[in-house]
């Protein structure tokens, strides 16, 4: 099983693989939802955001076998509370695995 920040990274990246953006550019100032939308060229509204989510928690149901939820988000909420939340639904559903 891969640690927390093992995940963390895995998280990260393939967040920015899905929507189009370098971690460095999304992490590094820990843009606010809106921003991450208003730079990618692949995202144009929020069901886009939403829909790479669900491609990152995909991805990590498949890679990891962790299955998350994630709540509604506002699009003034920083990607590093969204990383955060994450990683409290990984916690959660491995604490139910265990």
Same mark, same amino acid.
């Given at each position: 099983?891969?640690?927390?920040?093992?995940?963390k990274?895995?998280?990260?990246k393939?967040?920015?693989?899905?929507?189009g953006l370098p971690?460095?550019?999304?992490?590094?100032?820990?843009?606010?939802l =809106?921003?991450?939308?208003s730079? !990618?060229e692949?995202?144009?509204?929020?069901?886009?955001?939403? %829909?790479?989510f669900?491609?990152? +928690?995909n991805?990590?149901?498949?890679?990891?076998g962790?299955?998350i939820r994630?709540p509604?988000? =506002?699009?003034?909420?920083?990607i !590093?509370?969204?990383?955060?939340?994450?990683?409290?639904?990984? %916690?959660?559903s491995?604490?139910? +695995?265990?």
């Amino acid at each position: 099983m891969a640690d927390t920040g093992e995940l963390k990274a895995y998280i990260q990246k393939k967040f920015c693989e899905n929507v189009g953006l370098p971690a460095e550019e999304v992490f590094g100032p820990d843009l606010t939802l =809106a921003a991450i939308i208003s730079r !990618s060229e692949r995202m144009t509204n929020s069901v886009d955001l939403m %829909e790479s989510f669900a491609r990152t +928690a995909n991805a990590l149901r498949k890679d990891h076998g962790i299955r998350i939820r994630l709540p509604a988000l =506002a699009l003034d909420t920083p990607i !590093s509370k969204v990383l955060e939340v994450f990683l409290q639904e990984v %916690e959660r559903s491995q604490g139910r +695995a265990a």
